[in-house]
């Protein structure tokens, strides 16, 4: 922003050009409300060399701020803070609209808390699902290896075999004193 009203004030003849880039610069800090702090003391800084340059310098600075606003913004702030480009637009008009300066100041850091909190949500609730699908797994895996050790254990032997050993179990059990 700063470089862009350089060079715009300086190809229009405007002195202090320095100045106004500056704080062009510093007010392009707050986005989307940035340019509409600067344009002011611009266009009135480009008055008094006539009604061409004040419509040039105008419309520059308009389309400079349909460029960063559409483009610059969602790109740059997105990519350093790892946010999807509609999120970055919607959650600045969100909070510039509910909160004003200090909610457009605020929107791309709530924005990014909020997503962090959700993919942390999500991975929970998957390590949670992966955790109860392993239990019933190894349960089940648990109930199929008790019935095979079960059948192995009996294999090749009559059902009057299976009934005697089942039974000198239970009579052991029972002649066993309660400890």
Known sequence: MAAFIFILLTACGIPNALVFAVFGGLADVLPYIGIFLTMGPVVAAALPYGAVIVTV???????????????LVPVVYGHSMRLPSSVVLFSLIAGATLFGIIGALLALPAAATILM???SARRTAGRNRNRRE?????KRR???????TQ????AGRGSIAIAVEMSGVRKDAEDKPAA
Do not use: K, P, W
């Not at 600075?61 to 960063?68: C, D, I, N, P, R």
């Not at 392993?134 to 190894?138: A, D, G």
């Open 57 to 71: 310098v105008f419309l520059l600075m308009l389309a400079y701020e349909e460029f960063e606003s559409r483009v």
């Open 117 to 119: 909190l959700i993919d």
């Open 134 to 138: 392993t239990r019933r797994e190894e």
């Open 142 to 148: 648990a109930q199929r290896t008790g019935v095979r």
């Open 151 to 154: 059948n192995r254990r009996h």
